[in-house]
């Protein structure tokens, strides 16, 4: 008869689970960093994010976190179009610029941009960048859930992906 095996050592539980424990237990999840980019009646603004995902191929969808207490939240949200743009390890001080508390002029500023065809600002030299109109819009805890449906895909290139692990930047050749 099988039995559930009994290990010698007990687990170590983190429990309850405060905001510092899944911070600290997030901070061992390597992500690649993109800046988020979007412009229109609501106007330009652009923020770093890790919290990206594929949700589904069918059609093609991203999701993407965006706090609600962020500069950039009505911008995004009212203006309803939003570009993803995958960084490379050349764009590390741009992801400060646009993960700190710079004025929106300045982030702009520090990069080269083209319009994408739902008008966000494509970075120039980014991996690679999706051109997405947010379809669907959901609040979890202090965040903003953003459902993205891809309406383009610009650029491309191989150059090291940058990365953000145990609270620092790396970067990751293919
Ligand atoms: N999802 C988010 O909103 C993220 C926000 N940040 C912000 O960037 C700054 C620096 O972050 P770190 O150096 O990584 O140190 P940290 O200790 O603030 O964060 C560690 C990890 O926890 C997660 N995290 C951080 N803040 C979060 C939030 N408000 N909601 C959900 N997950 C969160 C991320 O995976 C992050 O890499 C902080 O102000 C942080 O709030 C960074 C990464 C993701
Ligand atoms: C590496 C990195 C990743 C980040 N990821 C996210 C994220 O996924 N979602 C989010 O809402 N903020 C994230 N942030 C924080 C935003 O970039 C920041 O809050 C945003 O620039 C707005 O700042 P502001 O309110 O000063 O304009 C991240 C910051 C850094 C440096």
């Known amino acids: 008869m099988n039995s559930i095996p009994s ?3 007990p687990l170590d539980v983190i429990s309850p689970i405060t905001r510092e424990a899944f911070r600290d237990a997030m901070a061992k999840m390597v992500a690649a960093v ?3 980019t979007t412009d229109g009646p609501a106007g330009r603004a652009g923020f770093a994010a890790t919290a990206v995902c594929s949700v589904t191929d069918s059609p093609a969808t991203l999701l993407i976190c965006l706090n609600r207490s962020a500069s950039v939240f009505d911008a995004v949200t009212q203006n309803g179009i939003v570009c993803v743009n995958v960084l490379s390890s050349s764009h590390e001080a741009l992801s400060g610029v646009f993960g700190g508390k710079t004025p929106v002029d300045e982030r702009f500023a520090a990069a080269e941009w083209r319009s994408g065809i739902t008008g966000a600002p494509v970075l120039s030299d ?8 947010i379809s669907e819009q959901c609040d979890i805890g202090t965040h903003r859930v953003l459902y993205c449906t891809v309406e383009g895909i610009h650029g491309g290139n191989d150059a090291e992906a940058l990365v953000y692990y145990r609270r620092a930047y790396g970067r990751i050749a293919s």
Not at 126 to 133: H, Q
């Open 34 to 36: 993109n800046i988020i």
């Open 7 to 9: 290990f010698a050592e």
């Open 126 to 133: 980014a991996l690679v960048s999706f051109d997405c109109r």
